[in-house]
């Protein structure tokens, strides 16, 4: 089955600067990764998604980019706030399921 | 927008009795999922639900388990005789194919 890895576990950032999070896959039939953003006590939030015949995505100030030879993706977050502090998970999905990565929890620092 | 609900927000119960957690997809969507996170951990993918059966299922997902659309609205898990290991936040998601949508989660603490 799938395993997706994800790094760091944490991350610290000063308020205004950027944050990445880098995600890998085993399944190269895996085609559609999303990511989920989960504040305390609440279920995961889509924040943003990319489909395999795509590169690139970018939201505002948030980013996606996808490696399909190296099987990895990643996420950017520029200008970071307060507000962005959560636990943020990856996902690949192969098949009827998403497979988590294990979140990293970013912490923006006033 | 629309919104994936989850009843109830908490549920206690004794080891070895049957749970039912519920929920409420959005209302055009096709696939239904049901998701696991023991506390600090990630999230688990349990079973997913197209077309009135089960399409794929973990190994989470034992004889203990099971799913069902009564109504063509709801959604519901049953955990048959629980057990201490099986406290943990629940998660139904729904989708079309693509972007999945959570609910906030049904926390089930087995005592």
């Known amino acids: 089955g799938e395993n997706v890895e994800q790094h760091p576990s944490t991350l610290s950032v000063q308020e205004g600067d950027s944050a990445v999070i880098k995600c890998t896959y085993s399944?190269?039939?895996?085609?559609?990764f999303p990511w989920y953003k989960q504040e305390l006590g609440k279920g995961p939030q889509l924040i943003i998604d990319?489909?395999?015949?795509?590169g690139e995505k970018k939201d505002q100030r948030i980013a996606v980019t996808l490696n399909k030879t190296a099987k990895h993706f990643s996420l950017h977050i520029t200008e970071t706030q307060p507000e962005d502090s959560a636990v943020y998970f990856c996902?690949?999905?192969?098949?009827?399921?998403?497979?988590f990565g294990a979140g990293t929890t970013v912490t923006v620092r006033a | 927008e629309p919104e994936v609900t989850q009843t109830p927000s908490h549920q206690v119960t004794q080891m070895g009795q049957e749970v039912i957690l519920r929920c409420v997809p959005i209302?055009?969507?096709?696939?239904f999922y049901w998701y696991r996170q023991i506390l600090g951990q990630k999230v688990e993918f349990l079973v997913s639900f197209y077309n009135n059966e089960i399409s794929e299922k973990s190994e989470i997902f034992d004889d203990q388990f099971s799913v069902e659309r009564p109504d063509g609205s709801n959604f519901t898990l049953k955990i048959r005789s629980t057990k201490l290991e099986d406290s943990a936040m629940y998660f139904c998601?729904?989708?079309?194919?693509?972007?999945?949508?959570f609910g906030s989660g049904t926390r089930l603490t087995v005592v």
């Open positions: 990319i489909r395999s015949n795509v």
């Open positions: 209302s055009n969507h096709l696939y």
């Open positions: 998601a729904s989708g079309i194919n693509y972007g999945y949508t």
């Open positions: 996902a690949a999905k192969s098949d009827y399921k998403l497979s």
């Open positions: 399944d190269s039939a895996s085609n559609y």
